[in-house]
């Protein structure tokens, strides 16, 4: 199976050749796969080189033209590095674009912790307005990538991973999918976690909800979920533990509920290692999965 980010360039293409609105802006990460698209459309294909702050300035700038700027580079390049220009030049200036990122939260980890950002949506979260998808398949991120850009002059976050679900799932760009229906709480799995939460909670009698928009949260699926599942809320997020806490309770303001949020912690791991192995090490794993459910459901259930 082909990487989300595998389908970045060919989707991205199509669009620069379906819509002249739409331009690339890259910091040299991923330009190889634009040569032939820049060749066609040499004034919308932009290569700044290793300059991020300014990948989001020229951007914002395109946009402030009636453009609907892409860019593109690392997550840790493309939201923490220049997180000022994103405040400033996109969100002061209301100018809209779609970042779309890769590496996500520790998809490189030979590249040490400069090349990691699983706070990139909690960074994120402090500023307004913002749309997130979190795909969790190639066929998703397709899907995304293309609402992303349709999505008028709003201001996009697309998360790529090399980590992905076995099967897609078909995603609208808004709303969150049932995948299956129980009694004993709401299990929210958010993009390529969707495989380890099903197998963590096989034979559980609880919901699963499969998030891959996440900003905003589709609160109508979720109080349908805690109406007939009961409120206890497992968030199982591929980035930093607890990054959507806050906004599901929001949306549950006048429910009682208890939410339990999992994800990456914030500890450093300072080997390398494989992407699996930081996956267990964070207790994303499936057996690990279903230890924290386990004891989070027990606890409410002796309550």
Do not use: C
């Not at 190889?32 to 290793?50: K, L, Q, Y």
């Not at 969150?176 to 096989?202: K, Q």
């Amino acid at each position: 199976m082909d990487t989300m980010r595998d389908r970045f360039a060919p989707v991205v293409s199509r669009l620069l050749d379906e819509d002249p609105r739409v331009a690339v802006v890259l910091a040299e990460i991923g330009a190889d796969g634009f040569a032939e698209a820049g060749r066609r459309h040499p004034d919308r294909v932009i290569n700044v080189g290793i300059r991020e702050q300014l990948l989001i300035g020229a951007g914002a700038g395109l946009a402030l033209t009636g453009l609907r700027p892409v860019l593109h580079t690392f997550a840790s390049f493309l939201v923490e590095r220049p997180f000022e220009q994103i405040k400033l030049d996109l969100g002061h200036q209301d100018a809209g674009a779609v970042l779309v990122s890769a590496a996500a939260s520790f998809d490189w980890p030979a590249g040490g912790l400069t090349h990691m950002a699983p706070g990139d949506v909690a960074l994120l979260d402090t500023l307004e307005g913002w749309t997130v998808h979190v795909p969790g398949h190639p066929d998703e991120a397709e899907t995304l990538l293309r609402h992303a850009v349709a999505a008028g002059d709003d201001k996009v976050y697309v998360r790529l991973s090399t980590q992905a679900n076995a099967h897609a799932t078909e995603v609208d760009g808004t709303h969150w999918h049932t995948v299956r229906e129980g009694r004993r709480g709401v299990v929210v799995a958010v993009g390529p976690m969707l495989d380890a939460v099903l197998e963590a909670v096989r034979e559980r009698d609880v919901t699963v909800l499969y998030a891959t928009t996440v900003r905003p949260v589709d609160t109508a699926a979720l109080r349908a979920a805690t109406g007939t599942a009961g409120t206890d809320v497992v968030l199982v997020e591929p980035y930093l533990a607890g990054t959507s806490t806050a906004a599901a309770a929001r949306a549950l303001a006048d429910v009682p509920h208890r939410l339990l949020g999992l994800g990456v912690g914030r500890g450093e791991l300072r080997r390398y290692g494989t992407v699996q192995e930081h996956v267990s090490a964070h207790g994303l794993d499936a057996r690990s999965l279903r230890e924290r459910i386990d004891a989070f459901l027990a606890a409410g259930a002796g309550a």
